[in-house]
């Protein structure tokens, strides 16, 4: 059965698509927290209608109203998608509508189009996601650092190969483990300054006639500018790519040094002892601590390789201008940000509240020919 076409894009269709079309074009179930970026995005596109004497001083007044109205409703959970509604935009064009009344409420689709402002909203996401990453990763760095301070001194074989290779100090160990984080947090700056810059105002792919400011709208939104190419702006996810890809190499980093924490809690290493906060035990086995934060972090970085693959997959033979192929973008790159935002506070509070055994380490520095570099530098120097 059709269903009837009060989507955004049925100006010439003569019923609405099927029931198996509907469904598979739906996107409210992931994208509906991009709710209030796109309503952000709607205040800034008013004013823009507004400057551009499309809209009247009284219009302006009611949009704003209606605007902020359906934000507070949205927060609150009291507004919330039909189930026939295919995605963000059309739901909350129906929120202002019933706030706004038609006359008003329609007037905001003028000047643009879903993809110059899906564009834009998942930029918004990504530079709140990125700042929400960078806390985490500062206090990551931190648990590493005040750990590494706390064990000042305490010698351990370094390993190449995992072999015993020399004796180095604990803290360098460890201090080797945050610097890749650091170079992350470097690459999430980076990332900014590419990923600031507004795709508002290209529409579906070449602008619009309508002279609106789309500087201003940036402005708003808190750009630094705007994108170069509006064929550019509307198709290219290279900078999702980019972020899914910094979130790859924090999982990454994270991964490493959970496999030598899972060897290291192990009763034949015997570096380290975890916090029972951060285990678990053994439904069978009650000997058994289980380092499972560690475990699972292996696992997650699994996942967050997995979706960048996936998308660098769904980007690598799209031709210009937008394709409905990148409605798929947004759910790995979320599941990406979501499994990291979950991971870090549990994998830190682990690094915090592990106990090194000093005297395993120290004795295992010398142990297993660690010293036959400096043995054989010294029948060198001595000639």
Known sequence: MAQSNDA?????????????????SKSTHFDWRLALYDLRGTAAHVKALHKAELLTDEELAVLEKAIRELSKRVEAGSFRPKPE????????ERGLIEIAGIEAGAKVRAGRSRNDQIATLIRLYMLDAADALESLLLDYIDALSSKAEEYMGVSMAGRTHLQHAQPILLSHHLAAHAWPQVRNLQRIEDFRKRAKKSPYGSAALAGNSFGMDVEMIAQELGFSSTTENSLDATSSRDLVAEFSFILSLIAIDLSRFADEIIAWATIDFGYLKLSDEF???????????????AELARGKAGRVIGNLTGLLATLKALPLAYNRDLQ???EPLFDSVDSLALLMPAFTGMVRTMEFNRSKLETTA???????TDVAEWLVKSG
Not at 279 to 293: A, E, F, Y
Not at 366 to 372: C, F, I, K, Q, R
């Open 8 to 24: 955004l894009w049925g100006g010439r269709f003569a019923t609405g698509p099927s029931d198996a079309m509907a469904a598979l």
């Open 85 to 92: 509604e295919e995605d963000v935009h059309a739901a909350l």
């Open 279 to 293: 285990s678990t035990g053994s439904s069978m086995m009650p000997q058994k601590k289980n380092p499972d934060v």
């Open 328 to 330: 798929e973008d947004k």
């Open 366 to 372: 010398t142990d297993g020919y660690s010293l036959a």
